[in-house]
């Protein structure tokens, strides 16, 4: 006759001991899932962030370095003078300037502006009026970057920073903290306007009456954060079209 052995389970400590290994060990798991969701949301929220801005800054260089470009042929010499200073898409309406957004003024803080205003021959029509699609713009708005897309302009009219239509650059989640424009001289100095030659007589000061050659070079900084995450990102732009005109 075969003698059967008795089976035993695990006593009441050992069950307690195994339990509480269970349970770090699965907290061990959690925690480490926890810190890899977390380490990929942040990764996520820098490159979210790193994309708005870079883009964004970007978009704009690009931009600004078209304004006053139309597609008509422009020399310096003086026998073409009256055609590329009578250039419309730097009038008095069209020209490249700097505002400050808040009251439309061109009173920005330390020659620091947050928004800026341009036109260019995007049709290739020679005319910016035409169809209100030359006119173009960027602010800071809401703790966003704002783009102007198109709103008619009529020669005279003031283009600035609250006509037209304008729609966001960056995303919601994208909180644009900063976002200035100035002009600067060749060292990267600010400066209060652009820098002008007198081509009359080879002097650095316009006069009445003097042809007068105005060149814009741009500092751009834009600043953001997403989270916990901040970044600023900057560039200098030297607009392409020079600034050709009669002083009054």
Request: hydrophobic share 35%; proline share 3%.
């Amino acid at each position: 006759m075969l003698k059967r052995t008795r089976q035993q389970g695990f006593s009441l400590p050992e069950l307690l001991i195994a339990m509480v290994l269970g349970v770090l060990l699965v907290s061990a798991v959690i925690n480490a899932y926890l810190a890899t969701l977390n380490s990929t949301n942040q990764n996520n929220q820098q490159a979210q962030l790193n994309h708005n801005l870079r883009a964004s800054l970007d978009l704009i260089s690009s931009e600004l370095k078209r304004a006053g470009g139309i597609v008509r042929p422009l020399a310096l010499d003086s026998a073409q003078f009256s055609q590329y200073g009578s250039n419309p898409f730097m009038d008095s309406t069209s020209n490249l300037t700097l505002w400050n957004a808040a009251d439309n003024t061109l009173n920005c803080t330390n020659n620091l502006c947050d928004c800026v205003t341009y036109s260019y021959d995007r049709n290739l029509d020679g005319d910016p009026y035409n169809g209100g699609m030359n006119h173009f713009g960027f602010k800071l708005q809401n703790k966003g970057l704002k783009m102007r897309k198109g709103g008619a302009v009529a020669p005279g009219d003031v283009l600035n920073c609250s006509n037209g239509q304008w729609e966001g650059l960056t995303e919601d989640e994208v909180e644009i903290t900063s976002f200035t424009l100035s002009y600067i001289n060749a060292a990267g100095t600010v400066i209060a306007a652009p820098e002008q030659l007198d081509i009359t007589n080879t002097d650095t000061t316009c006069e009445s009456g003097t042809n007068c050659l105005e060149t814009r070079n741009i500092a751009i900084s834009i600043t953001g954060s997403v989270g916990d995450y901040s970044l600023t990102v900057s560039n200098r732009v030297r607009v392409r079209n020079d600034r050709l005109f009669t002083v009054p």
